[in-house]
């Protein structure tokens, strides 16, 4: 089964407006970790943001922030004032303590920032 | 010093061919993986190196053989690899130990490997 699901396989977004990607996960472990990853088109796989499981508010880093759903199992990345660099792939990631040497990755979502 | 250097950025190589790839951190990150991305796909894990010992091995062929010399470099030896080996392979490091799940992994620029 797959852990991490993102389902918009594509996103628009037009360039000062804001986006949320989204994430759901499945684990029954109590205690993991949620990353978000930005891939342009270079390769390198660049962190984002961070949520832990026990994280009672929600993590904000510069323009990015996590909307940390736990009953849902989402995890969903918000984009604000998008900027033409923004444009990229974005992988939402899970690490769990039972196995906690390994990042799972979703499918990943291609966003594109319009002029 | 947050990088994670990979050599080299681009390699071509026949099915016979013996290659390696080469991973360096100075983080003092006592993890470090391998993942293969195939085009439009998330990366998959390979390996896993925690303390220098290999710790996940993802059912990789073993065409595919890592090497972890010291806590700092991290090798992918290939031979006799496949066209469908043809990805981008990236090396990541991150804190390493059991529980702890808040610290992130740094990956490299990974290096696209066309095989021939």
């Known amino acids: 089964a797959q852990k991490i699901t993102q389902t918009q396989p594509g996103m628009f977004v037009q360039e000062k407006e804001a986006v949320t990607l989204d994430c759901t996960y499945d684990t029954s472990d109590p205690s993991y970790g949620l990353f978000w990853y930005k891939q342009p088109s270079s390769g390198e796989m660049i962190f984002l943001i961070y949520q832990g499981s026990y994280d009672q508010q929600n993590a904000t880093e510069g323009r990015y922030s996590l909307n940390f759903q736990k009953a849902r199992k989402s995890a969903n990345l918000v984009i604000s004032a998008s900027q033409l660099g923004d444009s990229a792939m974005y992988f939402c990631a899970m690490r769990e303590v039972y196995y906690g040497q390994n990042f799972v990755f979703g499918p990943g979502t291609r966003l594109s920032v319009l002029p | 010093d947050t990088e994670v250097t990979q050599t080299p950025k681009h390699l071509v190589m026949g099915m016979t061919n013996k290659k390696s790839l080469k991973c360096e951190q100075h983080m003092g990150h006592r993890a470090m993986y391998w993942y293969k991305q195939k085009a439009k796909k998330p990366p998959e894990l390979m390996f896993v190196y925690s303390y220098e010992k290999l710790s996940i091995n993802e059912s990789v062929p073993s065409r595919f053989s890592p090497e972890c010399p010291n806590s700092s470099l991290l090798n992918l030896h290939l031979h006799a690899l496949q066209p469908e080996d043809s990805a981008l392979y990236l090396c990541?490091?991150?804190?390493?130990?059991?529980?702890?799940?808040?610290?992130?992994?740094?990956f490299g620029q990974g290096t696209r490997l066309t095989v021939v």
């Open positions: 990541a490091s991150s804190q390493g130990g059991e529980g702890l799940i808040g610290t992130e992994a740094f």
